[in-house]
T-cell receptor, first 112, second 113 residues
C-alpha cells in the first residue's frame, strides 16, 4: 500500500501557484519523497524529489516539513498544461531496493 | 531522441491469444520495469530487472513472462490472454546508483475482447 495520503482533487487558477499537499507520517529516516505526475493517457513524469531539505528545479519546488511527516509540491505559475494527476511517493533512493508504489494521487485541474 | 519507447501503442486481441509488448530505452539505465494501470487508474509494479536479472516480481500470474535480452530491452510476453488483462502497460527505466527519477514510456493500451 502507498505510504502517503493526498487530497483526491484540487483546482487552481491559471497563472496562480498550485500547492499540492502530501502526508507521509510513517516515513523512515532514509526514505525520500518523490513527486511524479501523469498527464492524461501519458506515462508518469518525474518532477522532483527530496530527503529533508527544500528543493527547487525548473518544474517545481518541494517543501518538506522539519519532522518530514508532510510535504508540499509547489507549481509557481500553473498553466493549463499542468492539469494532471500528481503522485507523492515515499521510497528508498536506490532502485535496486526501492520500488515506486503509486497511490491515488491528486487530480489537479488548472482553470482559465 | 533519448527515451523509453514501447511497441505497440495499441493492441486489441481475443481471449486466449498470446501477445508480446516490447520496450527499449536508450538512456543507458541499468534497471527496467513493467507497470500495469487498470481501469481504475491504479498504477502497480509488475516486474523489475537490473542488468538483465529479475529483482522484483509482484505476484503476477505465470501467464506473464518478462524477458530482458540486454539491459536496454525489457519485453513482456502474455500467454492465454484474459479479459482482466485489459489495461495500459507502462515500461520504465532508471539508474540504480543515482537518485534520479524513473523515466516512463508512453504506454501500451491492451484490450482483450
Amino acid at each position: 500500500d502507498a505510504k502517503t495520503t493526498q487530497p483526491p482533487s484540487m483546482d487552481c487558477a491559471e497563472g496562480r501557484a498550485a500547492n499540492l499537499p502530501c502526508n507521509h507520517s510513517t516515513i523512515s529516516g532514509n526514505e525520500y519523497v518523490y513527486w511524479y505526475r501523469q498527464i492524461h493517457s501519458q506515462g508518469p513524469q518525474y518532477i522532483i524529489h527530496g530527503l529533508k531539505n527544500n528543493e527547487t528545479n525548473e518544474m517545481a519546488s518541494l517543501i518538506i516539513t522539519e519532522d518530514r511527516k508532510s510535504s508540499t509540491l509547489i507549481l509557481p505559475h500553473a498553466t493549463l498544461r499542468d492539469t494532471a494527476v500528481y503522485y507523492c511517493i515515499v521510497t528508498y533512493g536506490s532502485s535496486n531496493t526501492g520500488k515506486l508504489i503509486f497511490g491515488q494521487g491528486t487530480t489537479l485541474q488548472v482553470k482559465p | 531522441d533519448t527515451a523509453v519507447s514501447q511497441t505497440p501503442k495499441y493492441l486489441v486481441t481475443q481471449m486466449g491469444n498470446d501477445k508480446s509488448i516490447k520496450c527499449e530505452q536508450n538512456l543507458g539505465h541499468d534497471t527496467m520495469y513493467w507497470y500495469k494501470q487498470d481501469s481504475k487508474k491504479f498504477l502497480k509494479i509488475m516486474f523489475s530487472y537490473n542488468n538483465k536479472e529479475l529483482i522484483i516480481n509482484e505476484t503476477v500470474p505465470n501467464r506473464f513472462s518478462p524477458k530482458s535480452p540486454d539491459k536496454a530491452h525489457l519485453n513482456l510476453h502474455i500467454n492465454s490472454l484474459e479479459l482482466g488483462d485489459s489495461a495500459v502497460y507502462f515500461c520504465a527505466s532508471s539508474q540504480s546508483d543515482t537518485l534520479d527519477g524513473y523515466t516512463f514510456g508512453s504506454g501500451t493500451r491492451l484490450t482483450v475482447v
